[in-house]
């Protein structure tokens, strides 16, 4: 069963930096598009990032500029830098895989809290 686990959460100040990483398991992990998804409190679950397995990426317009999605095949990871964090992208981020398909797999969630 395709596990896929999250790790890099935590707190930091308005302006700062967090990397986030997501270790997956199972194979053929370089055939899947990739991708990090958020929620914050009362508020639907939205696009942060995507990564094809060709490289190409794809961001949601509030993080467009600052944050950036990679991946590392070899690894089975996927990360995303996130700079000139602002309390508004406070919320638990998600991990997906295959995020347009029925057989999506989501990983379990890492806290991300942008406060002073």
């Known amino acids: 069963q395709v596990q896929l686990v999250e790790s890099g959460g935590g707190l930091v100040q308005p302006g700062g930096s967090l990397r986030l990483s997501c270790v997956g398991s199972?194979?053929?992990?370089?055939?899947?598009?990739m991708g990090w998804y958020r929620q914050a409190p009362g508020k639907q679950r939205e696009l942060v990032a995507t990564i094809t397995s060709g490289g190409s990426t794809n961001y949601g317009t509030s993080v467009k500029g600052r944050f950036t999605i990679s991946r590392d095949n070899a690894q089975k990871m996927v990360s995303l830098q996130m700079n000139s964090l602002k309390p508004e992208d406070t919320a638990v981020y998600y991990c997906?895989?295959?995020?347009?398909?029925?057989?999506?797999?989501w990983g379990q969630g890492t806290q991300v809290t942008v406060s002073s």
């Open positions: 997906c895989r295959s995020p347009d398909s029925p057989l999506r797999v």
């Open positions: 199972g194979s053929m992990f370089s055939i899947y598009t």
